[in-house]
T-cell receptor, first 116, second 114 residues
Framework: GAGVSQSPSNKVTEKGKDVELRCDPI?????LYWYRQSLGQGLEFLIY??????PDKSGLPSDRFSAERTGGSVSTLTIQRTQQEDSAVYLC?????WGRGANVLTFGAGSRLTVL | GDSVTQMEGPVTLSEEAFLTINCTYT??????LFWYVQYPGEGLQLLLK?????DKGSNKGFEATYRKETTSFHLEKGSVQVSDSAVYFC?????????????FGQGTRLTINP
């Protein structure tokens, strides 16, 4: 596609429910990233994919968070048993190049999650 | 670990004023430096970047120079416009920590009044 597409754009859920957030990267971008943007916390790195594998999951805050990527394209971020502190905007980004050197990320508009 | 510290906001200026948003970094390697901008209701967009010391990134009238001696990458614009109102993020990627991962500052909200 022309840009990074994320869905849903807004999600309101009750505490304890599971949610899935979807990211459709730019066609041909091999690297995909998830970040979280919280009030007062700035932008936190969650996980990075190269193809379908995730060499860096160091930012996932707990085992309630997981992500997968299939076909080297679409990625799903799943949050199980949501808590109020999970409320944030979840941003997905993709890039064409990886490895050493400058790495320019293209971001989606984000999925705003509100846990009541 | 690597970190980015940027000037706290919010920053409010009048149109045509001079803008500086300070950014300093800590990195174990030799990072690339970036400024991203987030306009209201939109995703983050790359504004400019620099990959080595003394490089100057520029775009849309904004400039930032990679200063290794002061570990800084301050964003400047000579004459701001209302349309520059947005949140600005300084970021780095460090090849020793995995160039794939950007480390962001907290963001600075800029409001330009007509």
């Amino acid at each position: 596609g022309a840009g990074v597409s994320q869905s849903p754009s807004n999600k309101v859920t009750e505490k304890g429910k599971d949610v899935e957030l979807r990211c459709d990267p730019i066609s041909g971008h091999t690297a995909l990233y998830w970040y979280r943007q919280s009030l007062g916390q700035g932008l936190e790195f969650l996980i990075y994919f190269q193809g379908n594998s995730a060499p860096d999951k160091s930012g996932l805050p707990s085992d309630r968070f997981s992500a997968e990527r299939t076909g080297g394209s679409v990625s799903t971020l799943t949050i199980q048993r949501t808590q109020q502190e999970d409320s944030a905007v979840y941003l997905c980004a993709s890039s064409l190049r990886w490895g050493r050197g400058a790495n320019v990320l293209t971001f989606g508009a984000g999925s705003r999650l509100t846990v009541l | 670990g690597d970190s980015v510290t940027q000037m706290e906001g919010p920053v409010t200026l009048s149109e045509e004023a001079f803008l500086t948003i300070n950014c300093t970094y800590t990195a174990t390697g030799y990072p690339s430096l970036f400024w991203y901008v987030q306009y209201p209701g939109e995703g983050l967009q790359l504004l400019l970047k620099a990959t080595k010391a003394d490089d100057k990134g520029s775009n849309k009238g904004f400039e930032a120079t990679y200063r290794k001696e002061t570990t800084s990458f301050h964003l400047e614009k000579g004459s701001v416009q209302v349309s520059d109102s947005a949140v600005y993020f300084c970021a780095l990627s460090d090849p020793l920590q995995g160039a794939q991962k950007l480390v962001f500052g907290q963001g600075t909200r800029l409001t330009i009044n007509p």
